[in-house]
């Protein structure tokens, strides 16, 4: 089995700054990307941020300049720093990692608990 343990998550004013982590443990093999989704209430779940295994970056637009993604292979973990947060920034945000357990098996998509932030004065 495969857990995502997220953690950083609260209340900020807005231009505030939050970091986020995700620990990824278990039956590991490889990772071949780690990531961070969002969903606010009553919107979709979107992509925010995610990290390949060889450090290419997506960051969607709206976090673009704003948001830093990086990750510690060694420990299994990513981090998102967020910086000049807004008030819609507010959102449940989701670690995922597409993660490979045994040596041939197929990659798959894990998710974590989710954590929320808040940005609000």
């Known amino acids: 089995q495969v857990q995502l343990v997220e953690s950083g998550g609260g209340l900020v004013q807005p231009g505030g700054s939050l970091r986020l982590s995700c620990a990824a443990s278990g039956n590991i093999f490889s990772i071949n990307g780690m990531g961070w989704y969002r969903q606010a209430p009553g919107k979709e779940r979107e992509l925010v941020a995610f990290?390949?295994?060889?450090?290419?970056?997506y960051y969607a637009d709206s976090v673009k300049g704003r948001f830093t993604i990086s990750r510690d292979s060694a420990k299994n973990t990513t981090y998102l720093q967020m910086d000049s947060l807004k008030p819609e920034d507010t959102a449940v945000y989701y670690c995922?990692?597409?993660?490979?357990?045994?040596?041939?098996?197929?990659?798959?998509?894990?998710w974590g608990q989710g954590t929320q932030v808040t940005v609000s004065s």
């Open positions: 990290i390949s295994s060889d450090g290419s970056t």
């Open positions: 995922n990692a597409v993660i490979v357990t045994y040596p041939y098996y197929p990659a798959r998509s894990y």
